[in-house]
């Protein structure tokens, strides 16, 4: 069983939709969590960063974490074309070791 | 420009033949990593290190080797590479385990076994 799961999408939403993107994991000693973005060609770069369990809200994205489900989303509100790129949750134990999910492909449609 | 860099961005080589990919980074980071990517399984740790001469396995260690002698560079080294380890390998620097949250990833190398 992989440590991380991930839908992989593709996801295609119009501009302006709201974007739940999700992953699920199975080692319950996972405190840190990640989600990244990879544009096409491009090294991953981080979009929001969250301790242990409970939300967190920058900007159109917020993120959340149900560490008794273990179960992890990120919403984007208002979607934008430039949204489009693949999305990559990440979580560590203590931030030496990461595991990264499969990464969600989304594509926003003008 | 703070920055990860790699080279080469694009390799060919044959199976058996001993290459190494580096990796610099210019932010005086203490934490650099070693991941691949590949498609359906995302990106997978192949080594990491917390500073310098201090490296441990990720996930994903097999056919690799790293090394750490100075804090800027971390390279990647494959003594006998196998089509099995085609795949697009990307380092990541961050300032320390404690901001691991953050790390910072070059542009990618995609490496072709043949």
């Known amino acids: 069983q992989k440590e991380v799961e991930q839908d992989p999408g593709p996801l295609s939403v119009p501009e302006g939709a709201i974007v739940s993107l999700n992953c699920t994991y199975s080692?319950?000693?996972?405190?840190?969590f990640m989600w990244y973005r990879q544009y096409s060609r491009k090294g991953p770069e981080l979009l929001m960063y969250?301790?242990?369990?409970g939300n967190k809200e920058d900007g159109r994205f917020t993120a959340q974490v149900d560490k008794s489900s273990k179960y992890i989303s990120l919403f984007i509100r208002d979607s934008q074309p430039s949204d489009s790129a693949t999305y990559l949750c990440?979580?560590?134990?203590?931030?030496?070791?990461?595991?990264f999910g499969s990464g969600t492909k989304l594509n926003v449609k003008p | 420009e703070a920055q990860v860099t790699q080279n080469p961005r694009y390799l060919i080589t044959v199976t058996g033949k001993k290459l190494t990919v580096t990796c610099s980074q210019n932010?005086?980071?203490?934490?650099m990593s070693w991941y691949r990517q590949d498609p359906g399984l995302g990106l997978r740790q192949i080594y990491y290190?917390?500073?310098?001469?201090?490296?441990d396995k990720g996930d994903v260690p097999e056919g690799y080797k790293v090394s750490r002698k100075e804090k800027r560079n971390f390279p990647l080294i494959l003594e006998s590479p196998s089509p099995n380890q085609t795949s697009l390998y990307f380092c990541?620097?961050?300032?320390?385990?404690?901001?691991?949250?953050?790390?910072?990833f070059g542009p990618g190398t995609r490496l072709t076994v043949t």
């Open positions: 290190s917390m500073n310098v001469e201090v490296t």
């Open positions: 080692n319950s000693a996972f405190q840190y």
């Open positions: 990440a979580m560590s134990r203590n931030f030496n070791k990461f595991y």
């Open positions: 932010m005086n980071h203490e934490y």
């Open positions: 990541a620097s961050s300032l320390s385990q404690g901001a691991g949250y953050e790390q910072y």
């Open positions: 969250t301790y242990s369990s």
